[in-house]
């Protein structure tokens, strides 16, 4: 059974740092994985998305890695501000008899000004 | 494209009334998806399906829960004789197929909050 974990779970950091989430998974048979960033109350917003055979994803200050071998991914964020605060969650798809997608539990971040 | 429109946004029900939560998937994608997310947890996937059939119902709860996707018309999630603990925002996403394209042929609502008073 794939399982997805987040740590850590909250992180508060003041602003200006560089900062690293990670997202483990139990089973490497997956298409891709993606991470999405949630704000109080709301929907999710897609940031990176990295398919199984890629290594990695950048997109301006953001910057995700994959390695399924080990069953990780970590997204990097440079130069933290006030407006990264959120809850950030990776998913991956099961490589099953349909794409099932499973979520980590999250990592609530708080970036202090 | 309107993408995946789910309604109403936010419903407000009493202990023991039925909630009924809608889902239109995008145009083109026939496979619906709901997941379930309680107060500061992730996800938790729901039920599979597809035009008129149940594929997948491994975590929707025995009893109260049911999902349908008609024919025509949107997939309803409903849920009997609310309580407390069924307060959560309930997500859909839908899909153009079912293999091989993972994440990237996911296309997720924006929620209904459903809170139990």
């Known amino acids: 059974k794939q399982e997805v974990t987040q740590i850590p779970a909250a992180l508060s950091v003041p602003e200006g740092e560089n900062l690293v989430l990670n997202c483990s998974f139990t089973?490497?048979?997956?298409?891709?994985l993606q991470w999405f960033r949630q704000d109080p109350g709301k929907g999710l917003t897609s940031l990176l998305l990295i398919q199984s055979s890629q290594r990695e994803q950048t997109s301006g200050r953001l910057n995700a890695s994959l390695d399924k071998s080990s069953g990780r991914s970590t997204l990097y964020i440079a130069a933290s501000q006030p407006g990264d605060s959120a809850t950030y969650l990776c998913?991956?798809?099961?490589?099953?008899?349909?794409?099932?997608?499973?979520f980590g539990p999250g990592t609530s971040l708080s970036v202090i000004p | 494209n309107a993408g995946v429109m789910q309604n109403p946004r936010h419903l407000v029900r009493r202990r023991g009334q039925e909630a009924r939560l809608r889902c239109s998937p995008m145009?083109?994608?026939?496979?619906v998806y709901w997941y379930r997310q309680l107060p500061e947890e992730g996800l938790k996937f729901m039920v599979y399906?597809?035009?008129?059939?149940?594929?997948?119902e491994s975590g929707m709860p025995k009893e109260r829960f049911s999902a349908e996707f008609p024919k025509e018309g949107p997939s309803i999630l409903r849920i009997q004789q609310v309580v407390r603990g069924d307060s959560a925002a309930y997500f859909c996403a839908s899909s153009p197929t079912t293999i091989g394209t993972g994440l990237r042929g996911y296309t997720f609502g924006s929620g209904t909050r459903l809170t139990v008073v």
């Open positions: 089973d490497s048979a997956i298409y891709n």
């Open positions: 145009k083109g994608h026939s496979h």
């Open positions: 399906l597809q035009k008129e059939n149940i594929i997948d």
């Open positions: 998913a991956v798809s099961l490589k099953t008899s349909y794409d099932k997608v499973i």
